[in-house]
């Protein structure tokens, strides 16, 4: 009577089982990771359902490292080692679903909890009709929150402060209207004469809308250039606003051919 081989030993035959298990749940914990983004952008889901499937995705890819993991072990004492792409795939897709999100979670925990950033926190500049009409009805009101948002924008981003320039104001405001456009977002309004400019900024993955207004004035013979960017939606906007404005900070100073130095 002849001896089964190896390979039809229950341990050869689970092993790969168990390794295509831990890649399968990968796969699922990374697209219910990055699927929600989109799903909410075509109103598929809900804010609340997105960020629910975001959540089972985290867990789905701790799942998944630790079975893939498992199936290693098992590959390796079976020595089926034909079958390690498996181990790769599932232990890279469930890291990934379970570290993208922890990310976010600890830049959360890292910033305070507001959505409205400006400059200019004693006299932040007012939004517009024109941007007013765009935000009826979202959740997130344009009423400035005061000296305790002030309070704490100033701990958690201390160089969000106004920009002062000694070159004239009409060649400020032209290089400001020219950065937004450049940066792709959506221009609402521009008034030379008052120097205030609105526009909207769509981020990439959800879609949320954060608003822009940028008001320059005299300043001596210069200008001075005050900014404030609001989310739409969302208690906190996880350093979104304030790395907007630096962005556009750099970028407004480079196209002027400046350097940005701290006031």
Same mark, same amino acid.
């Given at each position: 009577?002849?001896?089964?081989?190896?390979?039809?030993?229950?341990?050869?035959?689970?092993?790969?089982?168990?390794?295509?298990?831990?890649?399968?749940?990968?796969?699922?914990?990374?697209?219910?990771?990055?699927?929600?983004?989109?799903?909410?952008?075509?109103?598929?889901?809900?804010?609340?359902?997105?960020?629910?499937?975001?959540?089972?995705?985290?867990?789905?890819?701790?799942?998944?490292?630790?079975?893939?993991?498992?199936?290693?072990?098992?590959?390796?004492?079976?020595?089926?080692?034909?079958?390690?792409?498996?181990?790769?795939?599932?232990?890279?897709?469930?890291?990934?679903?379970?570290?993208?999100?922890?990310?976010?979670?600890?830049?959360?925990?890292?910033?305070? !909890?507001?959505? =409205? $950033?400006?400059?200019?926190?004693?006299?932040? *500049?007012?939004? @517009?009709?024109?941007?007013? &009409? #765009?935000?009826?009805?979202?959740?997130?009101?344009?009423?400035?929150?005061?000296?305790?948002?002030?309070?704490?924008?100033?701990? !958690?981003?201390? =160089? $969000?402060?106004?920009?002062?320039?000694?070159? *004239?104001?009409? @060649?400020?405001?032209?290089? &400001? #209207?020219?950065?937004?456009?450049?940066?792709?977002?959506?221009?609402?309004?521009?008034?030379?004469?008052?120097?205030?400019?609105? !526009?909207?900024?769509?981020?990439?993955?959800?879609?949320?809308?954060?608003?822009?207004?940028?008001?320059?004035?005299?300043?001596?013979?210069?200008?001075?250039?005050?900014?404030?960017?609001?989310?739409?939606?969302?208690?906190?906007?996880?350093?979104?606003? !304030?790395?907007?404005?630096?962005?556009?900070?750099?970028?407004?100073?480079?196209?002027?051919?400046?350097?940005?130095?701290?006031?």
């Amino acid at each position: 009577m002849s001896q089964p081989s190896r390979n039809d030993l229950p341990l050869a035959l689970w092993a790969p089982r168990i390794a295509l298990l831990g890649m399968s749940i990968g796969i699922l914990a990374i697209l219910a990771v990055l699927l929600p983004g989109p799903l909410y952008r075509l109103g598929i889901v809900g804010l609340g359902g997105a960020f629910g499937m975001i959540t089972y995705g985290a867990y789905g890819g701790m799942l998944a490292v630790l079975i893939t993991v498992i199936g290693l072990i098992l590959l390796l004492a079976a020595r089926r080692r034909e079958y390690f792409i498996r181990i790769i795939v599932g232990i890279t897709l469930g890291v990934i679903a379970w570290g993208v999100p922890y990310m976010w979670l600890k830049k959360a925990e890292s910033v305070p !909890a507001i959505h =409205d $950033i400006t400059t200019d926190t004693a006299n932040p *500049p007012q939004f @517009q009709a024109d941007i007013l &009409a #765009l935000r009826k009805g979202a959740a997130n009101s344009t009423v400035y929150g005061g000296p305790k948002i002030a309070a704490l924008q100033e701990k !958690a981003y201390p =160089d $969000i402060q106004p920009m002062l320039f000694s070159l *004239p104001l009409s @060649q400020v405001y032209a290089a &400001a #209207l020219q950065t937004v456009e450049a940066r792709g977002w959506k221009l609402v309004s521009n008034d030379p004469a008052t120097g205030i400019i609105e !526009a909207t900024a769509t981020t990439f993955w959800f879609g949320f809308k954060d608003d822009v207004v940028i008001r320059i004035v005299p300043n001596g013979t210069g200008a001075r250039l005050d900014m404030r960017s609001e989310s739409r939606i969302g208690t906190s906007d996880v350093g979104r606003n !304030a790395q907007r404005i630096r962005v556009f900070r750099a970028a407004l100073y480079k196209r002027l051919g400046l350097q940005y130095h701290r006031q």
